[in-house]
């Protein structure tokens, strides 16, 4: 199974708004609502950010939210803070019963 | 709230067998609705679903095709933790290893272990 492509960096000022896409196939990301984000810090375990597309954990800022449109889901960050400088990442189920994760994207806020 | 604690050694000789704990708490490995899970991570590289064990009346497995030939993800439902072993190690397996849960089967994961950084070398 091979990874879902993801931009290996995207930056924005503070306020604005950022989107990072994750591009899969009608056997992952196309095929099911099962796809998810994490948030990284260096030395961390990724943390959940978004569940089944578009959901939002308890906990999580309302400044992020998330979309699927065919094979490509997005993340998008509103209001952006130093504070989500950080990499990120996709996951989707497949169609063989296992996870596939994006490469990550690097967000950094100048 | 769930907590998972990893234990396993940190250096593992090329050919011999990584294994890895990850003890529970506030949740139980039988829970009929979660999924318990293998996740590694490389050096500056996105992570790797390696496999999961969870109950459904009985037990179940799922593995990468990647190692499916050198994984085993068991429960232990006495010390109510679960384990992962990957046979035949190289170089290529040194990563950063998690332990995580899929609370009610979407494919999603929360909360995860610390990680444990285990290095192939002889």
């Known amino acids: 199974q091979s990874a879902l492509t993801q931009p290996a960096s995207v930056s924005g000022s503070p306020g604005q708004s950022i989107t990072i896409s994750c591009t899969g196939t009608s056997s992952d990301v196309g095929g099911y609502n099962y796809v998810s984000w994490y948030q990284q810090n260096p030395g961390k375990a990724p943390k959940l950010m978004i569940y089944e597309v578009t959901n939002r954990p308890s906990g999580v800022s309302h400044r992020f939210s998330g979309s699927k449109s065919g094979n490509t889901a997005s993340l998008t960050i509103s209001g952006l803070q130093a504070e989500d400088e950080a990499d990120y990442y996709c996951s989707s189920y497949t169609s063989s019963s296992s996870v596939v994760f994006g490469g990550g994207t690097k967000v950094t806020v100048l | 709230q769930v907590q998972l604690q990893q234990s396993g050694p940190g250096v593992v000789k090329p050919s011999q067998t990584l294994s890895l704990t990850c003890a529970i708490s506030g949740d139980s490995v039988s829970n009929n609705s979660s999924a318990w899970i293998w996740i590694r991570q490389s050096p500056s590289r996105g992570p790797e679903w390696l496999g999961r064990?969870?109950?459904?009346?009985?037990?179940?497995?799922d593995y990468a095709l990647s190692v499916k030939s050198r994984i085993t993800i068991d429960p232990d439902t006495s010390n109510n933790q679960f384990s992962l072993q990957l046979n035949s190690v190289t170089p290529e397996d040194t990563a950063v290893y998690y332990c995580?849960?899929?609370?009610?089967?979407?494919?999603?994961?929360?909360?995860w272990g610390q990680g444990t950084l285990v290095t192939v070398s002889s």
């Open positions: 995580t849960r899929d609370p009610v089967g979407g494919n999603w994961f929360d909360p």
């Open positions: 064990t969870f109950y459904r009346s009985k037990w179940y497995n």
